[in-house]
């Protein structure tokens, strides 16, 4: 494995996300734009600008033909990745923290947070709608959460959406199933930071800022195996070759003195100059580990 190290961003990184093909890497930050790179030689071959705030996640078809954002103006937005150009946009009159494409690429889930008398909610739209332009959304699914959620998952091709919540909650819906959700679990004691699924859709892995990982049967959430750190972990990935997971994390320098730690621990904090938000394993030869800026 050849290491690159890129630099688009002046803001730290929210999102990373590979295409099927492997070839194409797509980055989020704080920042009003994403970037999108060639993963062979860490060329930049564009961005994506529209966003009037920080963008919280993206995600792209399995084609890799549609990008989709969810950004703190309020905004999700989806855009064609070969010209640049936006080719929806949606109000969802709050933000949008955490968003999903589903398999085949016609679903979107979307998390939002509480805001003014607005709950947090899980919302589900299929973008082969032309209604979407504007705030005149339809939803093929309106679900208010108890807990604010960062993450979001479709599990099951384009039935299943498991999302995490700030409370440590798993919640699993089937849209076949209106209503509440399916399947619950309570993994964590701490905020969920990400969901990432195994290459044949089997296994569900579950970081948190409890500092440990757990993995789940994707199918009822069951809990496999748990993996604890030294530090909070902000993501977590199942390789696509090999019995191995990847954990990353870590805390900023001003959080270190905040919490309980050893001189051992501290010492291995100065291993990285910042701490690492987001994993993602792609085709089976390929694999990206990003840090923040």
Not at 131 to 144: D, K, P, V
Not at 201 to 208: A, D, E, K, R, V
Not at 244 to 263: D, F, K, M, P, Y
Request: proline content about 4%; aromatic content about 6%.
């Amino acid at each position: 494995m050849r290491p690159l190290s890129l630099k688009g961003h002046d803001r730290p990184l929210t999102r990373v996300r590979l295409n099927r093909d492997g070839d194409l890497l797509f980055s989020a930050s704080k920042g009003k734009a994403i970037c999108v790179w060639y993963l062979d030689n860490g060329e930049r071959i564009g961005t994506y600008e529209g966003h009037n705030g920080a963008i919280w996640d993206i995600d792209v078809t399995w084609d890799s033909q549609s990008l989709i954002s969810a950004g703190a103006d309020s905004h999700v937005k989806v855009w064609d990745v070969e010209h640049g150009v936006c080719k929806t946009d949606i109000d969802m009159q709050t933000v949008a923290r955490s968003i999903a494409l589903s398999y085949s690429g016609n679903l979107a889930a979307v998390t939002t947070i509480k805001f003014a008398n607005s709950p947090p909610s899980l919302r589900v739209m299929d973008l082969r709608e032309a209604s979407h332009e504007g705030s005149g959304t339809r939803y093929l699914a309106h679900n208010t959460i108890n807990s604010q959620s960062d993450t979001c998952i479709f599990s099951n091709l384009d039935n299943v959406i498991v999302i995490g919540c700030a409370d440590g909650s798993l919640h699993q819906y089937d849209l076949r199933q209106p209503g509440d959700a399916v399947n619950f679990a309570n993994p964590h004691n701490f905020n969920i930071t990400d969901l990432q699924l195994s290459n044949d859709q089997g296994f569900l892995i579950s970081s948190s800022a409890d500092k440990t990982a757990q993995l789940h049967n994707a199918r009822n959430l069951e809990q496999l195996k748990k993996y604890r750190s030294g530090r909070p972990v902000n993501s977590a990935a199942i390789s696509p070759i090999r019995d191995h997971i990847v954990l990353g994390g870590g805390e900023e320098a001003r959080s270190v003195t905040q919490t309980a730690a050893s001189s051992a621990d501290c010492a291995d904090q100065q291993r990285h100059s910042t701490n690492l938000t987001n994993l993602y394993s792609g085709t089976p030869d390929k694999m990206t580990s990003p840090v923040t800026p």
